[in-house]
T-cell receptor
């Protein structure tokens, strides 16, 4: 099992550009999550999904969108990138045991 | 409001010098408390889950304990490879159908040889 995979590993965006961060899990988990991590700020929940076709906002959803068309994939869309979205983004998945398993992260720089 | 606070923010130890990391929480009904380890440039790696006050879990040089207000991660005779950021997170009873976690800011541990 690969677990949770994320692409790309690193990306530089110009202000106003858009991009999609990809996340795939092969553990057949129903729950999936997107977090951002800023220095000294811990992990903040952006969006989450409890199953295919079901998504909901987390703590910091502004400027982001998600979709969940399959159990495996949970892409995060950034529209009109802003410098405030410079961060490290982590995708996680979880099953009935409540434990969340994280991907390796995507480092995003918006200039 | 549910909240998690970790202390200290950073901790420097000599190899073999035991210490503890603290995680204080305020939550409307605790379903579980989680400890993760995060190495630089990587995603958090799951260590432990604690469910009720008095519970303890151990893994190599790490032992996690839980009370009604806080959790401790005890590190006994640490080695340089224990250097990492340790994250604490809680899941409230009200989040049992979503699995949502609330994370603390983390404690960055450096163990010098």
């Amino acid at each position: 099992n690969a677990g949770v995979t994320q692409t790309p590993k690193f990306r530089i965006l110009k202000i106003g550009q858009s991009m999609t961060l990809q996340c795939t899990q092969d553990m057949n988990h129903n729950y999936m999550y997107w977090y951002r991590q800023d220095p000294g700020m811990g992990l903040k929940l952006i969006y989450y999904s409890v199953g295919a076709g079901i998504t909901d906002k987390g703590e910091v959803p502004n400027g982001y969108n998600v979709s969940r068309s399959t159990t495996e994939d949970f892409p995060l869309r950034l529209e009109l990138a802003a410098p405030s979205q410079t961060s490290v983004y982590f995708c996680a998945s979880g099953g009935s045991s409540e434990t969340q398993y994280f991907g390796p992260g995507t480092r995003l720089l918006v200039l | 409001e549910d909240q998690v606070t970790q202390s200290p923010e950073a901790l420097r130890l000599q190899e073999g010098e035991s210490s503890s990391l603290n995680c204080s929480y305020t939550v409307s009904g605790l379903r579980g408390l989680f400890w993760y380890r995060q190495d630089p440039g990587k995603g958090p790696e799951f260590l432990f889950t604690l469910y009720s006050a008095g519970e303890e879990k151990e893994k190599e040089r790490l032992k996690a304990t839980l009370t009604k207000k806080e959790s401790f991660l005890h590190i006994t005779a640490p080695k340089p490879e224990d250097s990492a950021t340790y994250l604490c997170a809680v899941q409230a009873v009200g989040s049992s159908n979503t699995g949502k976690l609330i994370f603390g800011q983390g404690t960055t541990l450096q163990v010098k040889p």
